[in-house]
């Protein structure tokens, strides 16, 4: 079954030209209007993920973000030219959802791994709270 994000990815991927020539306000603006709309995608599928973070259950969600990833890859190099403008935070704003899509693309399984080390109930390095108001005491 397919996503109803994915015509919005399909369109993230057709990149337009990236002429330097003609770097007017509005060729800025249509930039940054582009990073906003790459931006609210990469909420979209953040919203994919339930609350207690990446579990097997999202591996199906690896090749949407693979592509994101990739079309904001494409993206930030049209985007550059931005740092030296009023949309410079935009740009960032783009650089770091880049990162935090890679912690589902490059490290899904040490990400998966790790949150099932922080299940509640599971035994691992961590104490209860109440072993550690235990350890407080002085012993009588």
């Keep these: 079954m397919g996503s109803i994000l994915e015509p919005y990815l399909a ?3 057709q ?6 020539d003609a770097m007017g306000s509005d060729r800025l603006q249509d930039i940054a209007d582009a990073v906003e709309i790459q931006l609210a995608v990469f909420e979209a599928l953040q919203r994919r993920i339930g ?7 999202y591996r199906h969600l690896i090749p949407m973000f693979n ?17 030296a403008t009023p949309f410079a935070k935009t740009m ?4 770091f959802a880049i ?4 912690l589902v693309t490059e490290d899904f399984d040490e990400i998966v791994r790790l949150n ?19 350890g407080l005491r002085p012993a009588s």
């Design 67 to 83: 592509r994101w990833v990739h079309s904001a890859r494409e993206l930030l190099k049209s985007a550059g030219v931005l740092r």
């Design 51 to 57: 609350p207690g973070g990446l579990s097997d259950a």
């Design 99 to 102: 990162n935090r899509a890679k």
């Design 15 to 20: 990149h337009p030209e990236r002429s330097t």
């Design 92 to 95: 960032e704003r783009l650089g």
């Design 116 to 134: 099932k080390s922080d299940l509640p109930g599971q035994n691992g390095p961590y104490k209860s709270l109440d072993e550690v108001k235990s």
């Design 11 to 13: 369109l993230l991927e």
